[in-house]
């Protein structure tokens, strides 16, 4: 079965300080992985991808994830965060069961960034 | 042009009520899903519909019941209302094959009194 666990239910940071949002998952398959971000009142938007190519991947705002299949992880970085970054962030992975897309979200980890 | 739209963003009803949802995507995508966002912002899958078919249907009260009048709209209609059903549903659409990112509507906050 396919399982999501963010680590962090909320992260702090400093403006202008790295950010690490931590995500481990569980799947019995090769899985596909994505970050989400939901700011407040909005829907979601891909951050970015692993769909078993390169294992760093680059996303938009300067974020990138590295996935790691030994340690089950895909964790979320930024060097530098941005007051703009602060949102709710979604770790998802992707299950190929009945050969179509499920999705299944982790709980969700909040940043908070701090001026 | 908004990809994946919704309507009504807002829907405030009392228990009991039948209402339902819209959803519509213009990105040629053959696969469409409803979420369900609690309270805690924790996010579940109800239905998804590929090609008009549904191909997922979770663990949902069969008071709701998605249609599909094609591949580019899927509806969600939900029968007596509870307040349990308050949350924020989010329409998504992805291509096949499976490893297409989905792409999310803005979400419909619905609360029942």
């Known amino acids: 079965a396919q399982s999501v666990t963010q680590l962090d239910s909320h992260v702090s940071v400093s403006e202008g300080t790295p950010v690490l949002l931590r995500c481990n998952y569980s799947?019995?398959?090769?899985?596909?992985l994505f970050w989400y971000v939901q700011h407040p009142n909005k829907g979601l938007q891909l951050l970015l991808k692993y769909t078993s190519a390169a294992t760093l991947v680059k996303g938009i705002n300067g974020f990138e994830a590295e996935f790691k299949k030994s340690e089950t992880s895909f964790h979320l970085t930024k060097p530098s965060a941005h007051m703009s970054d602060a949102a709710e962030y979604f770790c998802?992975?992707?299950?190929?069961?009945?050969?179509?897309?499920?999705?299944?979200f982790g709980s969700g980890t909040k940043l908070n960034v701090k001026p | 042009d908004t990809a994946v739209s919704q309507t009504p963003k807002y829907l405030v009803t009392q228990m009991g009520n039948d209402k339902s949802i819209k959803c519509e995507q213009n990105?040629?995508?053959?696969?469409m899903y409803w979420y369900k966002q609690d309270s805690k912002k924790f996010l579940k899958i109800m239905f998804s519909y590929n090609n008009k078919e549904l191909i997922i249907n979770e663990t949902v009260p069969n008071r709701f019941s998605p249609k599909s009048p094609d591949k580019a709209h899927l509806n969600l209609h939900i029968n007596s209302l509870e307040l349990g059903d308050s949350a924020v549903y989010f329409c998504?659409?992805?291509?096949?094959?499976?490893?297409?990112?989905?792409?999310f509507g803005p979400g419909t906050r619905l609360t029942v009194t």
């Open positions: 990105l040629g995508h053959d696969t």
């Open positions: 998802v992975v992707s299950d190929l069961a009945y050969n179509f897309n499920k999705f299944y």
């Open positions: 799947s019995s398959y090769s899985p596909s």
């Open positions: 998504a659409s992805s291509q096949d094959p499976l490893t297409y990112e989905q792409y």
